[in-house]
């Protein structure tokens, strides 16, 4: 049985957090090509599976999102089905690493799945993740490691991260989706310019929740697979425990 551990992650050190929360300022994210060691990141394939599979019986749209051709697109929630997802996201140095970029004490929540099968996957389009979680906890910010469980190259279902970024804390007009399983985009996003952000398997892309990004189609017959871990700034946990600066 695998049991996370700090010795499965690359963590930065603390003299690049300056650095990288600079980057998160000014565009919005910072990949990490080196984040789940291999061990880690084998384990983490293996939960993929087991919990599309187990999932599998739940009401389409809530816990997990599916094609037309059945195969899984997103999945929610799932620090509630995994208990391996659960303490990843509360291995200390990993909240502390997410602590120390939102400048804030915080809380993980809403651990999620995401992949585009070979092929037949659309692109994602543009949209700032804050828009799904004010219903949540309103305007307090949040960051996201999205951990690559395979190589996400620029032909096949890149993330794109725009530029220039709006400021954090800047929520853009939004309208709902056309697009199957996806609830809000952008309204416009014509006045930006896109950067794509390549990273291999057990990588990681790590941005901010007001972070306007999207993804491309897939083209090719390699399909696209990632977690997401999220964490959120808590003003409780600051006010109880402030985060020394």
């Not at 600079?22 to 993929?48: C, D, I, N, S």
Request: glycine share 6%.
């Amino acid at each position: 049985m695998y049991q996370p551990r700090t010795d499965d992650l690359h963590l930065p050190q603390q003299e690049d957090l300056d650095g990288m929360r600079a980057q998160l300022r000014t565009a919005g994210h910072k990949v990490l090509p080196t984040f789940a060691h291999p061990a880690m990141l084998e384990a983490l394939r293996h939960e993929a599976a087991r919990l599309s599979t187990e999932l599998d019986g739940q009401p389409e749209g809530t816990v997990i999102s599916r094609d037309a051709d059945g195969q899984v697109l997103s999945m929610h929630y799932l620090d509630r089905h995994s208990d391996l997802l659960f303490d990843l996201t509360r291995l200390p140095e990993l909240q502390n690493l997410a602590e120390e970029l939102l400048e804030s004490r915080c809380v993980p929540f809403l651990t999620e799945y995401f992949a585009k099968p070979a092929t037949t996957s659309e692109a994602t389009p543009s949209h700032q993740d804050q828009i799904f979680y004010r219903d949540h906890f309103g305007d307090e910010l949040a960051i996201t490691f999205w951990i690559a469980l395979t190589d996400v190259t620029e032909e096949d279902g890149v993330l794109q991260y725009a530029n220039p970024q709006p400021a954090a804390g800047e929520l853009l007009k939004h309208r709902v989706s056309d697009v199957q399983n996806f609830g809000a985009e952008l309204v416009d996003d014509s006045a930006f310019e896109f950067q794509a952000a390549p990273v291999p398997a057990g990588g990681a892309v790590v941005h901010h929740s007001y972070a306007v990004h999207r993804s491309g189609p897939m083209t090719g017959r390699s399909s696209r697979a990632a977690f997401a871990l999220n964490f959120r700034r808590s003003p409780y946990r600051q006010q109880i425990s402030p985060l020394a600066r």
